[in-house]
């Protein structure tokens, strides 16, 4: 299950070929985007018009978003915690997003190497 990351999609949006490569490259694969993900992309968008971020929605239409639910969440507090016994640090919203790809059992599609520290997650970089 290939869960893609912020700098994924964004990287989709502006046209940069590495994502656009990865997408060709995997063809007959399902996509799916963290419910965070689209918050910190929301995010980046706070100042545009519905209209926009209608737009927005429009272009990411083949993305299916995951729920952060109470089994995430779970998840989400033991990443945290390993993580804080190993000494590594990683952001909060990136500590949510493992949780939602790490408890179903998903592969995070990133290039922010932050994640390779989450013991239990794969990680493609593209």
């Known amino acids: ?3 893609l990351d912020s700098s994924f999609l ?3 949006l502006n046209g940069r070929s590495a994502a656009q490569t990865f997408l ?3 063809p007959t694969e399902a996509f799916y985007t963290p ?4 918050f910190e992309l929301y995010d980046g968008l706070v100042e545009h018009t519905d209209r ?7 272009s990411l239409d083949w993305v299916t978003p995951m729920p952060f639910t109470a089994a995430s ?3 989400a507090i033991k990443i945290k915690q390993e993580l804080k016994a190993n000494g590594t640090p990683v952001n ?3 500590v949510f997003i493992a949780g939602t790809v790490r408890e179903v ?3 995070i599609v990133t290039r922010d190497g932050h994640f390779e520290h989450i013991e239990g997650l794969p990680v493609e970089n593209y």
């Open 1 to 3: 299950m290939n869960c």
């Open 10 to 12: 964004i990287d989709y």
């Open 24 to 26: 060709d490259d995997h």
């Open 35 to 38: 419910s965070l993900v689209l």
């Open 52 to 58: 926009m971020l209608d737009e927005f929605d429009d």
């Open 73 to 75: 969440s779970r998840e």
């Open 92 to 94: 909060l919203k990136d």
């Open 105 to 107: 059992g998903g592969t």
